[in-house]
């Protein structure tokens, strides 16, 4: 039985037996005796207050564990195209992870992309792969004219080296945006061409 000695006399002291039963107690004592309880107690009411508070958890967010799976995952509204282009998309980023440009790959089934990006009336997107060219990085910034139809070309044909697998004519089967930072228009590619957006 262990001692721990107060200098307190308003102290009531406890003595436990070695079966932790309370034995007396004895107010004013100035020596504190006492066995604390075993170990295993100690940890056995730390599980149950974990348990309780768990289950108290679970009780206010709705919806775990229920397993269901979303609606608009069980949609089939994206095509093995559309998986390929982000399988793509990925590659692109990983093999560049310094100079990438914040590039989206799409499949344009039924012309939809071309009213959607705001393509002029002479484009036409149906059953062409859509590429967005967002400058992340500011390769545009500060460029004009021919200069910055160059830089719109480097970036593409950079991007089409990973496309080129399931499009083998860049004329005829890719149709391209350039945005700025800021997201504002600064050219599109179609049939082979390169232009301005102003143009």
Known sequence: MGCRRYQDKEVVAKFYSRENILLTTSPRASIICGRSRKKGERMKNKKLVAIVLLSLSFCFVSGVGYGKIPEWI???NESYMNWLLLHIRVNYIMYRPNIFLDVGLFYDVDGRYASMMEFPKNVVTERKIIIGVRDNREVFSGKFGKALLGE????????????EMIASDMKNDIVAKFYSKGDFSLGYFYQGEYHLWEE
């Not at 719109?152 to 496309?163: C, G, N, S």
């Open 74 to 76: 069980e949609e089939e």
């Open 152 to 163: 719109f070309e480097k970036a593409l044909k950079d991007i089409y080296y990973d496309v």
